[in-house]
């Protein structure tokens, strides 16, 4: 709960607005929500932080039906590159001590990033679901993608040398953090 006014600052980044589905307006409605999300057997919600505790990002594994789950309230602060070491430790969560199979994603059709991220995690396409979504009141194309266990264990291997560089660059961003205050643009105080 103490990071509902970081979840909703990170949710409101132009960059991000229209992408993730319709963010409540206030602290107190981003907390109901969470609320009811935590209540929700066998779903779990990470905020990402850096190794000194700075929290940049989310990312989520739900909607768990037998084997397989959704993957996804995956955003992460442009400045940082934590993308992949996060998704790193997710599907290594998902696929090792959850011992589920399949992940699901989902993203938005105009979202073509997020659709070269999956595709290079070893994600699949599997539909395209028109007006899958209504964001901002106008319904949004939403297409869907699939990976298994075993995709996620070759990927896993090709992606080790990028996931420590990765960690690298985060230890060096926090230093500069540490030093500087804020850099690179992360807002630490939300209102």
């Not at 940049?56 to 768990?64: A, R």
Request: glycine share 10%; net charge neutral; aromatic share 10%.
């Amino acid at each position: 709960m103490e990071d509902a006014a970081f979840i909703l600052w990170l949710r409101n980044l132009d960059y991000v607005k229209g992408k993730v589905g319709d963010t409540p307006t206030d602290v107190a409605s981003e907390e109901a929500w969470l609320r009811a999300y935590f209540e929700r057997d066998g779903d779990c919600y990470f905020v990402a932080e850096t190794l000194g505790g700075i929290p940049v990002g989310t990312n989520g594994i739900y909607d768990v039906l037998g084997t397989t789950a959704e993957t996804g309230r995956f955003i992460i602060h442009t400045s940082v590159p934590a993308a992949v070491p996060t998704s790193f430790l997710t599907f290594d969560l998902a696929y090792g001590e959850m011992g589920l199979s399949q992940l699901r994603g989902t993203a938005v059709a105009s979202n073509r990033k997020v659709h070269s991220y999956l595709r290079r995690l070893g994600f699949r396409q599997a539909k395209v679901e028109r007006a899958g979504r209504v964001i901002g009141g106008h319904p949004i194309d939403m297409l869907h993608f699939v990976q298994d266990a075993k995709d996620w264990f070759e990927v896993r291997q090709r992606i080790i040398p990028l996931a420590r560089l990765a960690g690298t660059r985060i230890q060096e961003w926090e230093r500069a953090y540490f030093q500087k205050g804020t850099p690179q643009g992360l807002v630490t105080e939300i209102g």
